[in-house]
Every structure is written in structure tokens, then in C-alpha cells.
């Protein structure tokens, strides 16, 4: 794939539907991580030729229990370190406010792996409803974010 400029995006998304905290969140993300990677090296997947969309640890999205921009990067960070092998090139979310302060706080310190936000949802969703300028900003504290300089 890679000789014909292409890299393939995995997505292993866990659903956040239900009111489960993050550490459960972490739980599940951990296994389902786990089986993704090992199921990619038996299927001979070279994985310095891809990149990765996981789904950011979060609460489920009815927790009572909010997590701060610093706690959903303590988890996530965790799970990249445990599950990640570091020869994948880069890790991508979707590009949402919250996202955006969740990868400024994962951007505090250094990474094995370039982590940033993937534009997919953020160039079709905010040129569909608002096409006044609001992607640019959008790309502007993205990209301080991806520095951990968003504030």
C-alpha cells in the first residue's frame, strides 16, 4: 500500500455509550488494544507504515464523573506506553474542543509518538455548519495544542 502512497489508518474505537468511569474506559481500551496489535503483527502489518485512531480514554459519555484534560491524558498516555509499540509513527483523534485540550495536556511532555488531531470530522462537520472562518481557528489552537502550547 505504502508503494502507492498510501497509509492505512487503523481506528479501534471503543464506544464511550454508558456511564462507566475512565478507569473502566482503560479497562476495556487496554484488552481490545492488545488483541488489535497482536492480531496486526500475525498479519504481518509493518507498523512503522501506519498510523493510529484510537478513540481518546474518556468517561462514558453519561458518567456523572467528568474527567479533566489532565486525567484523560494521565490515561491515555498510560494506555499508549503499555499497548503501543513505539515504531507506530503517529496517533490521531478526532478534532473536537474537547480533543483539542485533551492533546495540549498530552502534549505537556515529551512522546514516543507524534499525537496530534485528525481534521476528517473537523473539515466536513464545521464546513457544513459553519463556513465562516471558524475551521481556521479550529486549525490555529490545534496546532498550538500539538506544541502544548494551547491555552
Given amino acids: 500500500?505504502?508503494?502507492?502512497?498510501?497509509?492505512?489508518?487503523?481506528?479501534?474505537?471503543?464506544?464511550?455509550?454508558?456511564?462507566?468511569?475512565?478507569?473502566?474506559?482503560?479497562?476495556?481500551?487496554?484488552?481490545?488494544?492488545?488483541?488489535?496489535?497482536?492480531?496486526?503483527?500475525?498479519?504481518?502489518?509493518?507498523?512503522?507504515?501506519?498510523?493510529?485512531?484510537?478513540?481518546?480514554?474518556?468517561?462514558?459519555?453519561?458518567?456523572k464523573g467528568k474527567a479533566t484534560p489532565e486525567e484523560v491524558a494521565d490515561y491515555t498516555l498510560k494506555l499508549l506506553k503499555r499497548r503501543i509499540p513505539p515504531a507506530v509513527p503517529g496517533i490521531m483523534w478526532a478534532s473536537k474542543v474537547e480533543a483539542t485540550l485533551n492533546l495540549n495536556a498530552m502534549n505537556q511532555g515529551p512522546n514516543l509518538w507524534h499525537v496530534c488531531l485528525s481534521y476528517t470530522r473537523a473539515l466536513q462537520n464545521t464546513c457544513l455548519k459553519t463556513w465562516a472562518g471558524s475551521l481556521l481557528i479550529r486549525a490555529k489552537v490545534n496546532s498550538l495544542a500539538q506544541l502544548g502550547k494551547y491555552s
Fill in 1 to 63: 500500500m505504502k508503494d502507492n502512497g498510501l497509509v492505512p489508518i487503523v481506528e479501534p474505537q471503543t464506544l464511550l455509550d454508558g456511564d462507566h468511569r475512565i478507569d473502566r474506559t482503560f479497562e476495556v481500551a487496554h484488552k481490545v488494544w492488545a488483541v488489535l496489535f497482536l492480531y496486526l503483527a500475525e498479519n504481518n502489518v509493518v507498523f512503522e507504515g501506519i498510523l493510529l485512531k484510537p478513540s481518546i480514554v474518556n468517561p462514558g459519555a453519561e458518567s
